[in-house]
């Protein structure tokens, strides 16, 4: 497992999947700390994207996930070295 962190983010990247976990994310009153985490199979990722050091997955959904981590280019290689490897 690896791990890539920013302030309001962690990205856990497993063998099969990626955890994304957003921290502090203020959703609605009361403004308590708390976190949200998505769970996103490999073989759920379209398009892998680096644009201005910013990580986007493009999703098969249509959706896109933009993850803000300190080693963005490190996170894009290990991406994809695992879907190449699958």
Same mark, same amino acid.
């Given at each position: 497992m690896k791990v890539y962190q920013s302030d309001n983010m962690t990205v856990y990247?497993? *063998?099969d999947k990626i955890v994304v976990e957003f921290i502090n994310t203020v959703l609605r009153e009361p403004l308590l700390p708390h #976190?949200?985490?998505y769970v !996103?199979? @490999? #073989?759920? !990722? @379209?398009? !892998?994207?680096?644009i201005r050091? *910013? +990580? !986007?997955? +493009?999703?098969r959904d249509?959706? #896109?996930l933009e993850l803000n981590v300190n080693d963005p280019y490190g996170l894009v290689k290990d991406l994809v070295n695992i879907i190449k490897s699958e």
């Open positions: 990247l497993l *063998k #976190s949200q985490l !996103i199979e @490999l #073989s759920e !990722i @379209l398009g !892998i994207r680096l050091d *910013k +990580v !986007i997955l +493009v999703l249509g959706t #896109s």
